[in-house]
């Protein structure tokens, strides 16, 4: 089965203090992978997606990056935090057409972002 | 851009009871999937049901059931014999037929339903 896995679970760092969230799928290849932010009473905001390896999309303009150094793992990162960019992030990975699941995301557990 | 509204920020139902949470979306597509993600206290998202725009029947998943109303673009979940471990943010998404790409799903904004023992 598959599963999906990111850490760490929470993160207190400073203002201008880099940042690096990760993410990784077991038990499929070649997945779809996604880094949604939570941002209170906003519902969720798709903020990169990826097809593969070294392929990344970003949706808005941001202080964040990511990147796909391998199929099954897909990294959020910042070279300096801002106050905004606190949130909960979850990393998310779907399947390819013709899965049964295919459109469905599959969320790992979440990482709670604090900027102090 | 398609958008999903859901218009109860929050509901509250007797255990036991039925509940039904409201959400309508617009696009310009024919071809969609839309979902009701339950989000409970311990954050990680959990997929409650899933419909398919070309399929006219409702989905159903236990006590858990859709009306989907393609013309009017509405896309309610009902919530039948109403448990204490159905209380989460509940949010309803879409996300185009692309067929192969990697379009994310675009959600509403969440309704957080409260189950009154």
């Known amino acids: 089965s598959q599963t999906i896995h990111q850490w760490p679970a929470t993160l207190v760092q400073p203002v201008g203090s880099p940042l690096s969230l990760e993410c990784t799928v077991e038990?499929?290849?070649?997945?779809?992978l996604y880094w949604y932010r939570q941002a209170a009473g906003r519902g969720l905001q798709l903020l990169f997606y990826?097809?593969?390896?070294?392929?990344i999309s970003s949706e808005v303009p941001q202080n964040l990056s990511a990147s796909r150094p391998q199929d099954r793992q897909f990294i959020l990162s910042s070279k300096k935090l801002l106050l905004s960019d606190s949130g909960f992030y979850l990393c998310?990975?779907?399947?390819?057409?013709?899965?049964?699941?295919?459109?469905?995301?599959?969320f790992g557990e979440g990482s709670r972002l604090t900027v102090l | 851009a398609q958008t999903v509204t859901q218009s109860q920020p929050e509901m509250s139902v007797q255990e036991a009871e039925t509940v039904t949470l409201s959400c309508t979306y617009d696009?310009?597509?024919?071809?969609?999937?839309l979902f009701w993600y339950k989000q409970p206290p311990s954050r990680q998202m959990i997929l409650v049901i899933r419909?398919?725009?070309?399929?006219?029947q409702n989905a159903t998943e236990n006590r858990f059931s859709v009306n989907f109303q393609k013309a009017a673009k509405s896309f309610s979940l009902k919530i039948s014999d109403s448990q204490l471990g159905d209380a989460a943010m509940y949010f309803c998404?879409?996300?185009?037929?692309?067929?192969?790409?990697?379009?994310?799903?675009?959600f509403g904004k969440g309704t957080h339903l409260i189950i009154q023992p």
């Open positions: 998310a990975w779907s399947s390819r057409p013709g899965h049964p699941s295919d459109g469905e995301l599959f």
């Open positions: 038990g499929t290849s070649n997945p779809n």
């Open positions: 990826s097809v593969g390896i070294g392929q």
């Open positions: 696009t310009s597509e024919s071809d969609y999937y």
């Open positions: 419909q398919e725009a070309y399929k006219q």
């Open positions: 998404a879409y996300k185009i037929y692309s067929g192969g790409g990697a379009d994310g799903l675009t």
